[in-house]
């Protein structure tokens, strides 16, 4: 559905796949609950204290409280469904995409996907390349950092296309990788130079070992 308004346009979406994905996380938030509300429920019968994870483990606070669960009123099929009504609020598949241009729901979804792939690529950059705040710099230098962070994500891209094996590596395990790579020049009066490489790991050695020649 579509609805314009005077400076935008709201695109309302259904998506059977995202309608499953959370209606099952809901239902592992409500058997989670169940579990909990168990664990408390058999510590209050036995007379024991609470669990580590349901107390509060501050030194400098002292709690006096008293704790009742629902589980002594309610059946099993009972809490569950008191956990769905609270959890599932029907709007579970729906998704809202708002743009400044009058497209179609056709146009507007498909341009929405062709984000995904810059959003990794700027995620990658920001969060594995580790690309320093821009805010501070000269235009030259903006340009720069960004070029040569690009260069470095071509670099690894060719690497995860390349080399199989190394398809499922982050970014962050091959940049340290390379980085731990060293190179020793010994020169001999500059006449001669030989090239020394140590602390090689299995993901290094496969780059190094990798037949570049087609590209």
Known sequence: MKFEKTSSVNYLFFSKKLQKEQLESRARKVVR????????????????????????????????????????????????????????????GFFCLKSSKNLTLTEVLL?????????????????????????????????GAILIRFIVQLFVSLIWFEIPELKHTSTKFIKKSLYDLTVTV??????????IYSNYDAINTMILSHNWGNL
């Open 111 to 143: 341009t929405d996907r062709k984000k995904d792939p810059i959003e990794i690529i700027f995620h990658s950059l920001k969060n594995e390349i580790e690309i320093k705040p821009l805010r501070l710099w000269t235009d030259n230098s903006i340009y």
């Open 186 to 195: 010994d020169s001999w009066k500059r006449k001669t130079k030989t090239y």
């Open 33 to 92: 609950q169940i579990k909990e509300a168990k664990e408390i429920q058999e510590s209050i019968d036995k007379n024991k204290a609470l669990p580590k994870r349901f107390r509060i483990n501050n030194l400098f606070i002292d709690v006096d409280h008293s704790i009742k669960t629902k589980r002594v009123e309610l059946t099993e099929d009972d809490a569950v469904k008191l956990l769905e009504d609270t959890f599932i609020n029907g709007r579970e």
